[in-house]
Structures are given as C-alpha cells and as structure tokens.
C-alpha cells in the first residue's frame, strides 16, 4: 500500500496552523555562601522580605535581608543539603503553614510537619505565618475569664479570654507546670490550646506531650516544637506558626490559648539570625528590633467584637530571669508589652509554697473584669491581707513584741499562703475554690491548726460534693453568690464542724 504524500503535507500544515509557541521566565538565583543555618544569595532581585524562597534541594529558605547585591535568608530546616551554586527560585508568597481542626492533638515541627508518626495532617488549608494584628476597631473589652484552676492565679491575678499574661521567674521554678495544668483546666472550657516550645529539648516536649495525653488533654491541644537541636530559624519562626494556627480558630469565633515556652530562647535565636546576618547589634548584643519582634507577635491576641466573630486568642508568653533579675532587657520589653505578669520566686518555691507566685510583683491588667461575680465578692481582701502578711512576717524575726492584732494577721496569712498551695496537675473547678476561699476569707480556718489545715481543705470539699451537691452545682451554674447562698454555706461549714471534722 503506498503512502498517499498529499495526505501527509496537509497533516502537517493542519499541525503548523495550530501551533502556539509558550514560553516563561523564571528568576533564579544563586547561592554564593551557606553556613550556621543562614544563606547568601546573589541574584533574585524582585525578592522581598519575608518571602519563601525554594533552593534546587527541595529545602526551603525565608529572605530575611535584602542588600544591594545579595539576600540574607534564614534556611528553615537542617543546611547540610545546600551548597555554594545551588539555584535558588522565590515563589512570589510568604511563608505559610498548615492549619485546621486537623492540627488537634498533634506534635509539629515549626513548618507544620507531623512529628508524632501518626501520618500526615489531613487538611488543605494554608495561612500566612507573619500577618499584622487585628486593629483596634475590631477587638472588644477582656470580659470573660479564662480559668486555670489554680487557686493562686484565678484569685490574685486573674485572666481573661484575649489577655496577654506573661510568667516570669528563674529556671526550675514551676513556670511550665502553671502552664501545663492552665491547658488541662481547658477540658470542659471550649478553649482549644497550642503549646510552643521553643529551644527545649526534644524529651522535656516529649514528657510534656505524654502529660497531656494522660490527662486527656491532647485532644484539643496542638503542640509546635522547635527543640534544642534544631536550627535558629526554625527556632525563631516557631511561635508565628503556633500563632497562624491559633488565629484560624479565633476567626471563626473560637477561643484559644497558646503559650510560648519560652521568648527568652526565642530572643536569643533572633539575636543568633541577626548576628550571622551582621546586622549591628545593641543592647546585650540583641538586634534594634527586638522589642517590635515581640510586639508583632504578641499583638495578635486579642478578644474580638461580635462584629468580627467574636473569637479570641489568650496568650501565655514565659520569659525566664537570672537571679531573679525581672529588669533585664528582654524582660522588660515583654513585661511593657504584656496585660500583667505572674512572678515566680525561687525563695518561695525553696520553701514549699507550690506555685511560688509572689502577690507583690504579680498583677493582671484586666483585674476583676475577668473574674466571675462569685469569686470577685470573696477575693477583694485576700491580696491585701496577703500582702499585709508578707511585709509582717519580715518583721517578725527580729524577735520584737507582737500585739494580738499583728498576731491575729500573721495567723490569718499563714492560712491564705496554706490554702493558695496546690499540687501540680490537680486543678480546681471554679466553685471548689469559691467554697474553700469563701470558709478562708470569713475566719473559718482561724481555729484550725495550721498543719492539718490542707486536709479540712480535702475533706471539706469532699463532704459538700457528698451531702451539699446542690449548692456546688448552683455556683457552677449561676457563677455568682447570693446573701440567702452564704447562709446555706454557712450553716453547711457548721455541720462539716460538728459532725465530720476532728483536729488530728
């Protein structure tokens, strides 16, 4: 059969007809220098700061530093895979990470990767990790508390959806226990959690994280971990991350709480970038812009208007001293930005009083409006007695005459710091510690010996669960405490009295 030469030239004209040639540009760059986790890149001249850069290894870079010649750009993962001439291609978009009701219960690394081998994270949807905080026009006041269930913190220094507390205090001092019990007090509140940790070691996140899981806690919580052994980079993007993820939620009408563990190391890791980016160092070698890093961060917390959702991220931010040092430079930057701080002292701690806050230094900003009616009729005078107590019991070794007054305060505070103690991972629902504040604040523990008053505290609480069930749940539903409602707890503290208790 012969080839029919016509039918192949118009074939061929048909195909030339309809060609269409394409063509695009791409701009590459090249790596001209690497090491420590920071690459100097020549080229890409439509770069701009902030932007995901992709080198030819797969590993992804964010341009920190743009200067006439060259991009500083921080390496977020390990630097082994890059060399000096690999190409380098911007993607034309910020960094971004993963986010979603996927992301409950579950361990990532500061790109949003799974590190709990539980497979990949299950959802679509992306947000940016650097974005401005919402303005003033679409937030509203700090009205609703955000309970610890610790009794130290919900009366001294109370904290409210959409507040920014920080805590403060030398290592060793419980700042991550107060924290820890803060999101497993979370577990019938509807506020879903994120923990950072940011430059700890791999097994302290990993004891953390089992914590949780024991106390059924990990359920609603996220935890993004950029440890000890990982880059500065990583260190330092990981708590926009957590906030990026946080800030989905709040938008759509959630409330969340996340913590920083801790921006002292976060600091330190920026400061680490900036060195090796020689920009010119300032005060304890810290970058200039240290304290608009921290700003930045922390502004995103925020309560919003009904208008906007009415969500709300509350944010923990933990700073850790030297000596007890709360004047350094990170800490007062962060202690200027933040609604209040919880202080905790060394001393305190060495001597038994668990958590170890210290109700002079330690203030909350929002102060009774987040507390619930209950509480703030009962706690008014605690934090001066308690005051009052400490500036007394300093006195008191001198040894000089006591009158029965100051006898009567000392007494009195030796029961406040007693009841205010707590076991770590015990927290307290908000009506135990209004029934147990309520017997403290009206002198019903006067008679009680200071060394069994822990255990009327046990049995008390036990007895009106047991024989006052009605009472308990009325101030757990109604959150407030009537006349007639003190004289039901008043007569119920006279039968516990005579009937159940005996001084051991």
């Known amino acids: 059969m012969g080839v029919n030469l016509a039918d192949i030239s118009r074939e061929i004209k048909e195909q ?23 690459a100097r890149i020549q080229g890409l001249h439509s770069a701009k700061s902030g932007e995901l850069l992709t080198l030819a290894s ?8 743009l200067e006439a010649d060259s991009i500083g750009a921080a390496i977020m993962g390990s630097d082994a895979q890059v060399k000096e001439g690999d190409i380098v291609y911007g993607t034309g978009r910020p960094a971004e990470v993963p986010v979603g009701d996927a992301m409950l219960g579950r361990i990532v690394n500061a790109i949003g990767q799974a590190i709990d081998n539980k497979g990949i994270i299950d959802t679509d949807k992306t947000r940016q990790i650097m974005r401005t905080a919402p303005g003033v026009i679409t937030r509203k006041e700090v009205s609703v508390p955000l309970q610890t269930g610790i009794k130290a913190i919900d009366v001294l220094v109370p904290i409210g959806r959409g507040q920014r507390e920080l805590i403060i205090g030398d290592r060793q001092t419980g700042k991550t226990a107060i924290c ?3 999101i497993i007090n979370q577990k019938d509140e509807n506020v879903l959690c994120i923990y950072v940790a940011i430059g700890q070691k791999a097994s302290t996140v990993a004891r953390i994280a089992e914590t949780l899981q024991n106390a059924n806690a990990l359920q609603y919580t996220t935890i993004v971990a950029a440890t000890a052994s990982e880059s500065v980079s990583l260190q330092y993007i990981a708590p926009y991350v957590g906030c990026a993820i946080a800030e989905e939620w709040m938008e759509a009408g959630k409330d969340v ?3 920083y563990d801790d921006l002292s190391k976060h600091a330190v890791a920026y400061r680490t970038i900036s060195l090796l980016l020689r920009r010119p160092p300032g005060r304890e070698a810290y970058p200039g812009d240290i304290f608009y890093v921290h700003s930045q961060l922390l502004e995103r917390a925020a309560c919003m208007s009904d208008e906007y959702g009415g969500g709300s991220i509350t944010a923990l931010p933990v700073i850790e ?39 002079g230094f330690s203030v909350s900003r929002v102060g009774g409006a987040a507390q619930v009616s209950a509480m703030r009729r009962i706690s008014g005078p605690l934090r001066i007695e308690l005051a009052q107590y400490r500036e007394l019991a300093s006195f008191v070794q001198f040894g000089s005459d006591l009158s029965a007054d100051t006898l009567e305060r000392l007494n009195k505070g030796e029961r406040i710091v007693e009841i205010l103690k707590q076991a770590q991972f015990r927290p307290m629902t908000i009506e135990k510690q209004v029934l147990i504040l309520y017997v403290l604040t009206k002198d019903h523990l006067m008679d009680i010996p200071l060394n069994v008053v822990r255990r009327f505290e046990r049995e008390f609480l036990r007895f009106m669960d047991n024989n006052h069930g009605d009472i308990v749940k009325e101030i757990r539903e109604s959150n407030d405490m009537t006349d007639q409602m003190e004289e039901r707890i008043e007569a119920a503290i006279d039968e516990f009295k005579r009937l159940h208790w005996k001084n051991d």
């Open 16 to 38: 030339i007809s309809i060609f269409t040639a394409k063509s695009s540009v791409v701009e590459a760059g090249t790596v001209i220098g690497v090491g420590d986790g920071i």
């Open 58 to 65: 797969g590993v992804r870079a964010i341009a920190l530093n």
């Open 180 to 182: 820890i019990d803060t």
């Open 257 to 259: 709480l996340i913590i």
């Open 321 to 359: 001293t030297l000596e007890g040092d709360i004047s350094a430079y990170i800490s007062t930057n962060v202690i200027s930005i933040t609604d209040g701080q919880i202080y905790l002292e060394t001393e305190l701690f060495n001597d038994g009083v668990r958590p170890a806050i210290n109700p």
